[in-house]
């Protein structure tokens, strides 16, 4: 379990909040201070413990000298909590397909009762988004969605000033929005031609190998690498180097993501994209024709206004921090109002 050295807090504001963001994999953890500065972190397995108490209480134990070491628990004022189809309205995770614990779990529920203070949970894309709101691009921002570009992909969506989480928790879906009707089956949830499926880097890799199969003359490098061993970075990898194939991929992509973004404008009019993720790495490969076809799919009133930027925020960081922010975020304040309060 990798942590960070403990420091002092230099706003000497003894406040804390514990970020947590749980992963299909592993969970991220840390202790955060008014600055946004993680003086301590750690990670433990989310699939090494069957029972859900087992995993608190693995998780707890990790905090605990890291609570003692920032003065003792009295000095952190709560949890916030990151986590696949976290639903920010209970508390509760709801069938989340890439976590082993199935059905509804009282997560915030859980922690309350464990760590004896309050604990705030959201679905892990709206907490990146008040991260970003709080420490990173969107800061000063009121209007403004956030895509996240990994393995799935998920979104936040801010407009004025607030998160739009819907009459029941679970708004912002926008990766599931179907871009493509009747198009490439979603190997989780079964739909067919939606935005995950092909802006992911799943999705990406899933478009290298139709081409492959479908362009059967065409020399490509990833034709070297065995079918199921090919992924996203493959794919960029070889499109650095110049393969025809590879740059396509990128070119499709960005094609549909791009589209995508453009039906994102028009519903809600932000003044900024934030996109974040492994994904993104393929820079201007991508970029480009997201940004061309972003433009070419609006209508003339949302042309040229809407700013198309990478996160801010470590990706090392940023689940954490998104977390983090959920403590500082009061009820009776927007998110714009808390960042005032917080500098």
Known sequence: MAKKEVFTDPANKKEYAIGIDIGGTNTKYGIVNHRGEILSSGAIS???????????????????????????????????????????????????????????IPMASY?????????????????????????????????FIMITLGTGVGSGIVANGQMIYGHDGFAGELGHTTIIPGGRMHWATGMKGSLEAYASATGIAITAKELLDEKINEKSLLRDIPHDQITSKSVYDAAIKGDALAKSVFEYTGEILGTALANFVMF???????????????????????RRNMEANLLPIFQNKVKLIFSELKESDAAILGASALVWERKDESPADVLEAVK
């Open 46 to 104: 989310s699939k090494e413990y069957e029972d859900i108490h087992d995993f608190i209480d693995a998780l707890y134990n990790g905090l605990v000298p890291e609570i003692k070491a920032v003065g003792g628990m009295q000095y952190i004022k709560g949890i916030g909590m990151g986590a696949p189809n976290g639903n920010f309205y209970t508390g509760t995770i709801e069938y989340a397909p890439n976590l082993q614990w199935k059905g509804i």
């Open 111 to 143: 922690f309350n009762e464990k760590f004896k203070k309050p604990c705030t949970l959201t679905n892990d894309a709206n907490a990146a988004a008040m991260g970003e709101l709080m420490y990173g691009a969107a800061r000063g921002m009121k209007d």
């Open 268 to 290: 809600s009019s932000p003044e900024a994209i934030i996109l974040f993720g492994g994904v993104i790495k393929a820079g201007d490969l991508l970029m480009d024709p997201v």
